[in-house]
């Protein structure tokens, strides 16, 4: 776990304190070493907030996770509150993983759905596009390798079964983006630990760990 993945962790699970604070939670929990072996003091946990400030604001001493305010948010360990999607949190992750923040159902005019009745042809949406990495993420649900009968019971405008449709548009996500030059790298939900009913249990410290070696090819 890198030093800003256990703020991080310190914060989501007890909420804004101040860096002394922070340093001793790590410190109690083993969440981090340096390369020499000792912890890591009040003064890099301040630099480290610093060189985070997507992830990490200040109220007065306090140090918060970005976007949450002082008021404590509940831990995300051990299949914590889910007011988000499996895809959301994911995206979450990759963003502060990669360092970029995502534009998020990207279209590109070149990927496009298949004609509706009117012969018109609507862009398909990629979960997540990095921009400035030329890069696409997407999270693939159960939904694109089972089937689940609740999500293939509607009809589709081009008259194939919701499931057949779903794995020709990804089969075309995966063959058209590299054509202009854009990386697809794919996420799916049997890389994490699930329950049983393949939804995520959000343990944020095993699955960055799984999300950091599916983008090692992009982390500096």
Same mark, same amino acid.
């Given at each position: 776990?890198?030093?800003?993945?256990?703020?991080?962790?310190?914060?989501?699970?007890?909420?804004?304190?101040?860096?002394?604070?922070?340093?001793?939670?790590?410190?109690?929990?083993?969440?981090?070493?340096?390369?020499?072996?000792? *912890? +890591?003091?009040?003064?890099?946990?301040?630099?480290?907030?610093?060189?985070?400030?997507?992830?990490?604001?200040?109220?007065? !001493?306090? /140090?918060? /996770?970005?976007?949450?305010?002082?008021? #404590?948010?509940?831990?995300?360990?051990?299949?914590? #509150?889910?007011?988000?999607?499996?895809?959301?949190?994911? %995206?979450?992750?990759?963003?502060?993983?990669?360092?970029?923040? +995502?534009?998020?159902?990207?279209?590109?005019?070149?990927?496009?759905?298949?004609?509706?009745?009117?012969?018109?042809?609507?862009?398909?949406? /990629?979960?997540?596009?990095?921009?400035?990495?030329?890069? /696409?993420?997407?999270?693939?649900?159960?939904?694109?390798?089972? !089937?689940?009968?609740?999500?293939?019971?509607? !009809?589709?405008? !081009?008259?194939?079964?919701?499931?057949?449709?779903?794995?020709?548009?990804?089969?075309?996500?995966?063959?058209?983006?590299?054509? *202009?030059?854009?990386?697809?790298?794919?996420?799916?939900?049997?890389?994490?630990?699930?329950?049983?009913?393949?939804?995520? *249990?959000?343990?944020?410290?095993?699955?960055?760990?799984? %999300?950091?070696?599916?983008?090692?090819?992009?982390?500096?």
């Amino acid at each position: 776990m890198t030093l800003h993945e256990a703020i991080l962790f310190v914060l989501q699970k007890y909420g804004p304190m101040n860096c002394s604070d922070i340093a001793d939670k790590i410190r109690s929990h083993n969440l981090y070493r340096q390369k020499e072996g000792g *912890h +890591a003091s009040s003064g890099q946990i301040a630099a480290r907030i610093k060189n985070y400030p997507h992830l990490f604001s200040r109220q007065d !001493s306090l /140090v918060l /996770v970005k976007g949450t305010g002082t008021t #404590p948010i509940p831990p995300l360990i051990n299949g914590g #509150p889910k007011k988000r999607r499996d895809e959301d949190y994911i %995206i979450d992750l990759c963003d502060e993983i990669l360092r970029c923040k +995502a534009s998020r159902q990207h279209r590109f005019d070149f990927l496009l759905g298949d004609p509706n009745t009117r012969g018109k042809r609507t862009p398909l949406p /990629v979960d997540a596009y990095y921009e400035p990495l030329n890069l /696409v993420v997407e999270y693939r649900e159960r939904q694109h390798t089972e !089937s689940v009968p609740i999500m293939d019971r509607r !009809s589709t405008i !081009s008259g194939v079964p919701r499931a057949e449709q779903r794995r020709i548009y990804d089969n075309r996500r995966e063959k058209i983006l590299p054509k *202009h030059g854009i990386e697809l790298i794919l996420l799916s939900f049997d890389q994490f630990r699930c329950d049983s009913r393949k939804q995520l *249990h959000r343990d944020p410290i095993s699955d960055r760990e799984v %999300i950091r070696s599916k983008l090692k090819s992009r982390l500096k």
